[in-house]
């Protein structure tokens, strides 16, 4: 069946005379004078193969063929404003889907209250949250897998804009049966004679070198022992005295009994946190993430 080419205007100038059926109100609710109203009307009937009103003296109604299409005009001119609506929406990135990477440790900080801030303002639009590393961020990024990264220490790549939302300190996770842990504060360099259990360098290589340039700032070569891709995991191989390790502060929040956090020296030493898009990207639902993000209002 050929679908009938049917304007907007008509239908809407249809649907109105049938709660109207005076051409007189009907032109005046549409904002139109009366002879380009009858013009539409006909058109439609032109269309329809059979008149949609009668009309007499004072008098106009609908026709048989005319109740029957009022209900798919209806419904046609509903979904037209349901679409529009949601693709003016969409396009001032109001709603629609984004797809947001994070590092797991961001859990303990920024994490809850950005997402919480951004569906606040943007309850209609779905997030889809993929806990990665800041390595395969950056690559899912590049191949328009996720539209945000949150990520620490993202590499310098021309295709990457970043935008820093957190900076903290670095702190030492020793086993708290450790004679380091009777200290309260640790010299970076207390820790040259014990294996480091760190994140591999692939989950995140500008953070893994981070932590290789304090220690040999300190003055020594850290003696890498385990690793593992989750915070949880390294502080529980350190719990287990499998060795030491530098983190981010927000670790402290990881609960386990055998294991100790304590403040380092120098401790002039930061990790960033960053907020990283595709720079050319357009898509307006970045440009709000990005908005929540600042705070702004």
Same mark, same amino acid.
């Given at each position: 069946?050929?679908?009938?080419?049917?304007?907007?205007?008509?239908?809407?100038?249809?649907?109105?005379?049938?709660?109207?059926?005076?051409?007189?109100?009907?032109?005046?609710?549409?904002?139109? *004078?009366?002879? #380009?109203?009858?013009?539409?009307?006909?058109?439609?009937?032109?269309?329809?193969?059979?008149?949609?009103?009668?009309?007499?003296?004072?008098?106009?109604?609908?026709?048989?063929?005319?109740?029957?299409?009022?209900?798919?005009?209806?419904?046609?001119?509903?979904?037209? *404003?349901?679409?529009?609506?949601?693709?003016?929406?969409?396009?001032?990135?109001?709603?629609?889907?984004?797809?947001?990477?994070?590092?797991?440790?961001?859990?303990?900080?920024?994490?809850?209250? @950005?997402? /919480?801030?951004?569906?606040?303002?943007?309850?209609?639009?779905?997030?889809?949250?993929?806990?990665?590393?800041?390595?395969? %961020?950056?690559?899912?990024?590049?191949?328009?897998?996720?539209?945000?990264? @949150?990520?620490?220490?993202?590499?310098?790549?021309?295709?990457?804009?970043?935008?820093?939302?957190?900076?903290?300190?670095?702190?030492?996770?020793?086993?708290?049966?450790?004679?380091?842990?009777?200290?309260?504060?640790?010299?970076? /360099?207390?820790?040259?004679?014990?294996?480091?259990?760190?994140?591999?360098?692939?989950?995140?290589?500008?953070?893994?070198?981070?932590?290789?340039?304090?220690?040999?700032?300190?003055?020594?070569?850290?003696?890498?022992? %385990?690793?593992?891709?989750?915070?949880?995991?390294?502080?529980?191989?350190?719990?287990?005295?499998?060795?030491?390790?530098?983190? #981010?502060?927000?670790?402290? %929040?990881?609960?386990?009994?055998?294991?100790?956090?304590?403040?380092?020296?120098?401790?002039?030493?930061?990790?960033?946190?960053?907020?990283?898009?595709?720079?050319?990207?357009?898509? #307006?639902?970045?440009?709000?993430?990005?908005?929540?993000?600042?705070?702004?209002?």
């Amino acid at each position: 069946m050929d679908r009938p080419e049917l304007s907007f205007q008509q239908l809407h100038a249809f649907a109105v005379l049938s709660e109207e059926l005076h051409f007189g109100r009907t032109a005046e609710r549409l904002g139109i *004078a009366q002879p #380009p109203l009858s013009q539409q009307i006909r058109r439609l009937e032109a269309k329809v193969g059979h008149p949609l009103f009668t009309r007499g003296p004072g008098a106009v109604a609908l026709t048989e063929a005319g109740r029957q299409l009022l209900p798919a005009a209806r419904r046609a001119l509903d979904e037209i *404003a349901v679409g529009l609506d949601a693709a003016r929406r969409t396009g001032s990135g109001e709603a629609g889907r984004i797809r947001i990477g994070f590092s797991a440790s961001l859990a303990l900080t920024v994490l809850p209250g @950005l997402l /919480r801030a951004y569906h606040d303002r943007f309850p209609q639009v779905e997030m889809e949250i993929r806990e990665m590393t800041t390595a395969p %961020q950056v690559t899912a990024l590049h191949e328009h897998v996720i539209d945000i990264g @949150l990520l620490r220490e993202p590499p310098d790549e021309p295709a990457l804009a970043t935008e820093t939302i957190l900076s903290e300190e670095f702190i030492a996770v020793v086993p708290a049966a450790h004679p380091l842990a009777a200290q309260r504060v640790l010299p970076i /360099r207390a820790l040259a004679d014990e294996p480091f259990v760190l994140l591999p360098r692939s989950a995140g290589p500008m953070f893994y070198d981070r932590i290789l340039d304090l220690c040999r700032s300190a003055g020594f070569e850290p003696r890498l022992g %385990q690793q593992a891709v989750e915070w949880q995991t390294v502080c529980a191989l350190v719990e287990a005295g499998l060795g030491v390790s530098l983190a #981010p502060a927000s670790i402290r %929040q990881i609960r386990l009994k055998g294991v100790a956090y304590r403040r380092i020296e120098p401790n002039n030493a930061r990790t960033t946190v960053t907020v990283t898009w595709r720079r050319d990207d357009q898509n #307006p639902l970045v440009a709000r993430f990005l908005e929540a993000a600042r705070g702004e209002p």
